[in-house]
C-alpha cells in the first residue's frame, strides 16, 4: 500500500500514467471490499447465530434440569406408591383372613344370642320362683307370728282355766 501512495498524487491519479494496474487495484482493493462486507455481513450473521444457539443450549440445559428433577420426583412418588401400595396389599390380606373368619362369628354370634335367649327364659323362671319363695317365707313367718300370739294366749288361757279351777276347788 505504501508503494502505491508513493505512485499517486495528492489527488489519488498515478505519477507514472499507468493506469492500467492501478485500474487492476482499484478491482482488487473493491473486491476486497466487497469480501471484507461480506464477511462482516457473515459474522454477523454468525454472532447472531451463536446467540441464538447459546439461548437455545441454556434452555436444552434448563429443560434437561427440570426432566431430571422431573424424574427424580417421579422415581420418589414412584416409591412411594409402591411401599403404600405393600402396605395396602398387607391390609387387603388380613381383611381376607378376617372375612374367612366371619361365617364362624356369625355362627358364634347366633349361638351366643340363643344362650342368651335360653338365659332370659331361665332368668324368668328364677325371679318367679324368687317371688315364690318370699311370698312362702312371708306366709311362714305370719304363721309363726300365728303360732306364738296362739301360744301366747293359750297359756293365758291355762292360767286362767287353773286359777278358776284353784278358786272353784
Known amino acids: 500500500m505504501r508503494n502505491r501512495a508513493r505512485n499517486t498524487d495528492p489527488n489519488g491519479r498515478s505519477k507514472s500514467g499507468n493506469s492500467a494496474p492501478e485500474s487492476q487495484n482499484m478491482k482488487l482493493?473493491?473486491?476486497?471490499a466487497r469480501r471484507l462486507k461480506t464477511a462482516i455481513k457473515d459474522s454477523l450473521k454468525l454472532t447472531i447465530l451463536n446467540d441464538t444457539l447459546n439461548k437455545n443450549l441454556a434452555l436444552v440445559n434448563k429443560f434437561?434440569?427440570?426432566?431430571?428433577?422431573?424424574?427424580?420426583?417421579?422415581?420418589r412418588e414412584s416409591q412411594t406408591l409402591t411401599r403404600e401400595h405393600a402396605l395396602l396389599q398387607s391390609k387387603v390380606a388380613e381383611l381376607e383372613k378376617?372375612?374367612?373368619?366371619?361365617?364362624?362369628?356369625?355362627?358364634?354370634?347366633?349361638?351366643?344370642?340363643?344362650q342368651l335367649q335360653h338365659l332370659a327364659a331361665e332368668?324368668?323362671?328364677?325371679?318367679?320362683?324368687?317371688?315364690?319363695?318370699?311370698?312362702?317365707?312371708?306366709?311362714?313367718?305370719?304363721?309363726e307370728s300365728d303360732k306364738?300370739?296362739?301360744?301366747?294366749?293359750?297359756?293365758?288361757?291355762?292360767?286362767?282355766?287353773e286359777t278358776i279351777a284353784d278358786s272353784t276347788g
Open 29 to 32: 482493493y473493491w473486491q476486497n
Open 123 to 143: 332368668e324368668e323362671i328364677l325371679r318367679n320362683k324368687r317371688e315364690a319363695s318370699q311370698e312362702t317365707i312371708a306366709q311362714v313367718r305370719s304363721m
Open 98 to 114: 378376617s372375612a374367612h373368619g366371619l361365617p364362624k362369628l356369625k355362627e358364634e354370634a347366633r349361638q351366643a344370642q340363643n
Open 64 to 75: 434437561s434440569q427440570r426432566r431430571h428433577e422431573l424424574e427424580m420426583f417421579v422415581e
Open 148 to 161: 306364738d300370739r296362739l301360744e301366747k294366749e293359750l297359756t293365758e288361757n291355762r292360767r286362767k282355766i
